[in-house]
Structures are given as structure tokens and as C-alpha cells.
């Protein structure tokens, strides 16, 4: 059984509700945060280190092992930043009604999870991909290694439009709490959102 809050509002084609429902398979007793960080380091650091011994040469330097390591946490971070939104919906349900709580949840579960984070992914990606294939070409890289950084760092601008999305989505469910509860409540509602992000595992 998935360990995946909402798990049955998930769209059925989402790159969001992939990794998430991923993460979430973990066995039990077995770390998350391992299966989460082995979806990229796996795949993207195996490629590397076949390349480094192709061309004789490192591939990664210090800045670029920083940028690698984002992309190693990023499913780690989207999960994270999933449960403290499904926490905040829990807590949500004091300040507003039960029909408005079924439909707040299940909307803002299908934003997050849909597919309009590909607007800033699908910019994100490119811009980031060229900008390391610029800079590897640079500083002297082999074609082989250029391509791996363009690649790779445009898979790493690509989530980063799935964590910018979700910030959109925080920022909008807030919105919608204060419209439901009422001026008079938005202080609790900053509290609660703050409360969350604090605590929420």
C-alpha cells in the first residue's frame, strides 16, 4: 500500500506524482531520503564517472558537484515540500467548511501535481542545459563531457521549475484559506503555514 498522501487525486500523467509516488514506495525501515537521492545520483553519476574514465579526465569540479548535488536531493525536496502542503491542508480544515475543505484539497492537489509546472520547467530547462554546455566548452571540456553537462544541469533546471511551481501553489493556497476564513483570520492562517513549514516531515 502507498505511503503517499492523496495518492488517488494523483493525475495519471505527471512527472510531479512520478517521483512522489517513487519516494513513497520505499520499504519500510528503509531511508526515503536514500531512494529519493539514488533516482538521479544513480543515473546521472554512473554516466559520469563512464565518461571520466573515457576521457582520461575528472568530470565534475567543486561548482559543479554543488550544482550535481541539487539534483541528487531535488525528489527529496519535492517530497518534503508535498507532505508540509498536505499538512497544510490538514490544518486548514479548522477555519473553513467540510464542502469547501474536499474541494480545496482536491484542487490544489491536481495544481500541484499537474501539468502547468511545465511552463517554467520547459524554460527553466533549456536555459540552465545551454549555460553549462557554454560553460563547459569554456573551460576546454571534451564534446562528451559538454553534452553530460547540458544534460545533466538541464534536468536540474527542469525540477527546479517543479519546486518554483510549488511555491506558486503555497502562495496561492494561502489565498484561497484568507478569501474562505475571512480577513480577520489571515494572521492564523500565517501562523499555520508557518507552523508547517517548520515542523512538517
Known amino acids: 500500500m502507498s505511503t503517499v498522501p492523496h495518492v488517488g487525486l494523483?493525475?495519471?500523467f505527471s512527472v510531479t506524482a512520478w517521483l512522489l509516488r517513487i519516494v513513497g514506495?520505499?520499504?519500510?525501515?528503509?531511508?526515503?531520503a536514500v531512494v529519493a537521492s539514488a533516482?538521479?545520483?544513480?543515473?546521472?553519476?554512473?554516466w559520469a564517472y563512464a565518461i571520466s574514465v573515457r576521457s582520461s579526465r575528472p568530470l565534475l569540479t567543486w561548482s559543479s558537484g554543488l550544482g550535481f548535488s541539487w539534483l541528487c536531493l531535488a525528489p527529496l525536496i519535492i517530497w518534503w515540500g508535498y507532505l508540509?502542503?498536505?499538512?497544510?491542508?490538514?490544518?486548514s480544515r479548522d477555519i473553513t467548511k467540510p464542502s469547501d475543505d474536499t474541494k480545496l484539497t482536491s484542487t490544489m492537489i491536481r495544481l500541484f501535481l499537474g501539468w502547468r509546472h511545465m511552463w517554467l520547467s520547459m524554460t527553466?530547462?533549456?536555459i540552465v542545459g545551454i549555460v553549462a554546455w557554454q560553460y563547459a566548452t569554456a573551460v576546454g571540456r571534451t564534446p562528451l563531457q559538454c553534452y553530460w553537462y547540458g544534460?545533466?544541469?538541464?534536468v536540474l533546471g527542469f525540477v527546479s521549475g517543479i519546486g518554483f511551481w510549488a511555491i506558486i501553489c503555497t502562495a496561492r493556497l494561502v489565498a484561497t484559506l484568507c478569501s474562505l476564513a475571512g480577513?480577520?483570520?489571515?494572521?492564523?492562517v500565517i501562523?499555520?503555514?508557518?507552523m508547517v513549514l517548520r515542523h512538517g516531515r
Open 10 to 12: 494523483f493525475p495519471k
Open 25 to 32: 514506495a520505499a520499504p519500510p525501515g528503509f531511508s526515503r
Open 39 to 46: 533516482l538521479f545520483t544513480v543515473a546521472f553519476g554512473a
Open 84 to 91: 508540509a502542503l498536505c499538512q497544510l491542508l490538514d490544518h
Open 124 to 126: 527553466l530547462g533549456p
Open 151 to 154: 544534460c545533466t544541469f538541464g
Open 183 to 188: 480577513s480577520v483570520l489571515i494572521p492564523i
Open 191 to 194: 501562523f499555520t503555514l508557518d
